[in-house]
């Protein structure tokens, strides 16, 4: 069973910065997109950024330029580096990965999604 351990949400005031991180764990041989999305209170749920097991990257045009999404695939953790954050920023992240394979030779194409983490940016 893929499991996934999210951390460094937060409070921060407008204009900080906050890095945020996700670890997945479960026999895992490969996987092939791990991305962020977030929730805010009372709006629809929306990718904010996409990493690709080949290097690929995609960004919300609401993010671009400010946030930077890096993964390390000897850990399997993709990071989430979010600079000059906005109060309409503030929302439920959640870490999400995609098309995985696990041990001994097992593909799920679908999503696995982590429990969440808060950050909340203050004006």
């Known amino acids: 069973q893929v499991q996934l351990v999210e951390s460094g949400g937060g409070m921060v005031q407008a204009g900080e910065s906050l890095t945020l991180s996700c670890e997945a764990s479960?026999?895992?041989?490969?996987?092939?997109?791990m991305s962020w999305y977030r929730q805010a209170l009372g709006k629809q749920r929306e990718l904010v950024a996409a990493?690709?097991?080949?290097?690929?990257?995609n960004y919300s045009n609401a993010v671009k330029d400010r946030f930077t999404i890096s993964r390390d695939g000897t850990k399997n953790t993709v990071y989430l580096q979010m600079n000059n954050l906005k109060p309409e920023d503030t929302a439920v992240y959640y870490c999400?990965?995609?098309?995985?394979?696990?041990?001994?030779?097992?593909?799920?194409?679908?999503?696995?999604w982590g429990r969440g983490t808060q950050v909340t940016v203050s004006s």
């Open positions: 479960g026999n895992i041989i490969q996987i092939n997109v």
């Open positions: 999400v990965v995609t098309g995985i394979t696990q041990e001994p030779s097992v593909f799920s194409p679908g999503q696995v």
């Open positions: 990493h690709t097991r080949t290097g690929s990257t």
